[in-house]
């Protein structure tokens, strides 16, 4: 079926495309032809943004610069509706995978690694034993090894996002909760794990309190994601009713109303159906990846911020 999207007319999800096509745009970074031509644009679009602190966002101009395995990769996945794409290029090796699929449950990014493991697996750069673990002292702290059951439990990427850690077969078992990927870790040295055989993505687990450690640090490509042990916290600790009323977005000029149904706050946004929302923490709600954090004045409650995966801080006030 061809779905045609109508809130994105140009740009990412409003671009159709092939993979011949997709084979022209890899082989002209190589050799620009567009424009005047000349690789400036092309070099231009491998710069990476900068944080005010000076460091690299780790984006580029809509390219993910970073390495597998010891070799540079430039890449860029896609998904939109039922769609799912991937073009992965190892420029020094003159070698890319592309792959477009129209199913939501593919993952093209994972598949072209393993398209690489086979067909570049001579060229991998095996980083020696001693780097690894030189890698490993530079980012531990130390700590004894803690035990697979101090480690186990829900660590959060981001709201919504969650991998669920879980001791099967006497090994370290994660389950991520957004693709539902499983896979088992195993430890490499200290308090660093790895999938088995495969460096390229490291697990280290950090902060222990209560017999339980609180951070899990997961490294890949050089850059770190701090993932927090997820508070379970319940109704039963929160009174719902402050939360209950009418809120209004002069920005989208939208009423979001909260209420109360089966003991759970439901939020309605106009003739949709009631969406369920889940304790996150003080004045925070959570559904999916979206996050609702409630605002108080002096006290009271006046509002709330939104974050919806690319919508950041969306302001409502209580009417």
């Given amino acids: 079926d061809n779905l045609i999207m109508r809130f994105d007319l140009v740009g990412s999800g409003g671009v159709y495309s092939n993979i011949e096509d997709l084979f022209l745009w890899d082989q002209n970074f190589y050799k620009n032809k567009l424009g005047k031509g000349g690789q400036a644009i092309i070099e231009k679009m491998h710069s990476e943004g900068l944080l005010n602190n000076g460091e690299s966002s780790g984006y580029a101009f809509a390219l993910n610069n970073g390495t597998y395995k010891g070799l540079k990769t430039v890449s860029h996945g896609g998904s939109l509706a039922g769609y799912r794409a991937q073009l992965m290029r190892f420029p020094e090796q003159h070698f890319s995978v592309i792959i477009l699929a129209n199913r939501g449950d593919a993952n093209p990014t994972a598949m072209s690694y393993q398209v690489a493991d086979i067909l570049l697996e001579n ?3 095996t980083i020696p034993a001693e780097k690894e673990a030189e890698k490993v002292v530079n980012v531990a702290d130390g700590s004894p090894e803690y035990a697979m059951k101090q480690l186990t439990g829900t660590y959060e990427l981001q709201p919504g996002a969650s991998l669920e850690l879980s001791i099967q077969n006497d090994s370290l078992h994660v389950l991520q909760n957004w693709n539902k990927a ?3 870790i195993v430890r490499a040295e200290g308090n660093t794990f790895q999938m088995p ?3 390229e993505v490291q697990f280290l687990f950090s902060d222990l309190k209560n017999d339980q450690t609180q951070m899990l640090t997961i490294i890949q490509n050089g850059r770190e994601s701090n993932c927090k042990r997820k508070i379970e916290m319940k109704n039963d600790d929160i009174d719902l009713d402050a939360y209950t009323g009418i809120y209004y977005s002069k920005e989208i000029d939208a009423r979001y109303r909260f209420f109360i149904k089966d003991e759970k706050l439901q939020v309605q946004i ?9 304790v996150y923490g003080i004045d925070q709600f959570v559904s999916g990846r979206t996050l609702v954090h ?6 009271v409650l006046n509002g709330f911020d939104l974050d919806a995966g690319r919508v950041k801080n969306l302001k409502f006030e209580k009417l």
Avoid at 270 to 278: I, K, T
Avoid at 294 to 299: D, M, T
Wanted: glycine letters at 8%; zero cysteines; charged letters at 35%.
């Fill in 123 to 125: 060229e991998f750069i």
């Fill in 294 to 299: 409630f605002k108080r004045s002096e006290g």
């Fill in 197 to 199: 055989g495969k460096s």
């Fill in 182 to 184: 499983a896979y088992t």
């Fill in 270 to 278: 106009a003739n949709n159906e009631p969406v369920e929302l889940d």
